[in-house]
């Protein structure tokens, strides 16, 4: 898929559900949970045991449907090529290190280098980051997005870490593009008793939440 085409559907998203923990041999299933709960981003943490196998299961499962598949906790160039390989669509990290970026860029992945600061959000720009993580978005609350995008203008920022349906409104309402949701959007719980409908109800209320945020 297209580098534009995958950027715009982050946008077009509002949210990334980030599956962290997951043990492999559900990951699958939990994905499509999600997905049927109207998530179209996946983002599978590198921090897995197996992430690039993950990655590549989920990728072939949802197959011509809207889902793009991606890669999170990316924290050096050789895993940026790995889960590239595996197929991730997408790039994310906690933090902003150029050889992920510069291994992205290479390989015309979209990449979302994590940053705090005004300038660190210009340095990941200017190192040719497609969208800028916000992270840990609850240290610092909605309007550190609005402040970043005072003078740094219409920058693309997805505030990710403590993120939940009850407060992405915020998020929004300061100019996210998009947010990045774990154990608020993920139903662990429901995960380990094996209930899938859970797992699917409890993405769709994010769904919701975040629709009727970005609508208001």
Known sequence: MEKAVVQQRLADSGVVAVLRSIPEDVIVE????????????LEVTADADRP???????DEDLEG??????????????????????GAEFVLAPNFEPEVVAACNEA?????????????AVDA???????????PA?????????????????IPLMPTGGVSAENAGAFFEAGAMSV?????????????????DGVR???????????TARSG
């Open 30 to 41: 939990v994905a499509n949970a999600i997905h049927e709960g109207g998530v179209t981003a």
């Open 52 to 58: 690039a196998e993950m990655i590549a299961a989920i």
């Open 65 to 86: 449907t809207d889902a793009i598949v991606g890669a999170g906790t990316v924290m050096d160039a050789e895993t940026a090529n790995e889960v590239i390989d595996a």
């Open 108 to 120: 015309d992945v979209v990449c979302v280098p994590g940053i705090m600061t005004p300038t660190e």
């Open 125 to 135: 720009m200017n190192a040719g980051a497609d969208v800028l993580k916000v992270f």
């Open 138 to 154: 609850a240290t610092v609350g909605p309007g550190h997005i609005s402040a970043l995008r005072g003078p740094l203008g219409d």
């Open 180 to 196: 990045g949701a774990g154990s608020a959007l993920v139903n662990y719980e429901a995960i380990e008793n094996g209930d899938m």
């Open 201 to 211: 109800e409890q993405a769709a209320e994010f769904v919701r939440a975040v629709e």
